[in-house]
């Protein structure tokens, strides 16, 4: 199973970057696929989930993320997203994507492994 986060930089606050997630290894339709980031000197946390096709692809997002973070998916091709707008330096973080058959691994972040991430830096 592999993760592979991409799409961070450098962005002014106010600004927007997305984030894409390949997934490869893994029945990518069946699995829920979460966003998590982890910031200097701080733990890693999740930041948006998007269940599964069967699950009906519900969403889900940690309050600072809402109204400004949409996560979303193209089984097609394997890829999930994660559009982030209004950014502000407190999102300044590594990114991680990672996937699970259950919702409960996603929130609790149980994972053998995990890509190297994307950095994302908001400047003020």
């Known amino acids: 199973v592999q993760l592979q986060a991409s799409g961070g930089g450098l962005v002014q606050a106010g600004g927007s970057l997305r984030l894409s997630c390949a997934g490869s290894?893994?029945?990518?339709?069946?699995?829920?696929i979460g966003w998590y980031r982890q910031a200097p000197g701080k733990q890693r946390e999740l930041v948006a989930a998007?269940?599964?096709?069967?699950?009906?692809?519900?969403?889900n997002y940690r309050d600072s993320a809402k109204g400004r973070f949409i996560i979303s998916r193209d089984n097609a091709k394997n890829t999930a997203y994660l559009q982030m707008n209004n950014l502000t330096p407190d999102d300044t973080a590594v990114y991680y994507c990672?996937?699970?058959?259950?919702?409960?691994?996603?929130?609790?972040?149980?994972?053998?492994?995990w890509g190297p991430g994307t950095l994302v830096t908001v400047s003020s």
């Open positions: 990672n996937a699970a058959n259950s919702p409960f691994t996603i929130l609790k972040a149980d994972f053998d492994s």
């Open positions: 290894g893994i029945t990518f339709s069946a699995s829920a």
């Open positions: 998007i269940g599964s096709v069967t699950s009906g692809g519900k969403t």
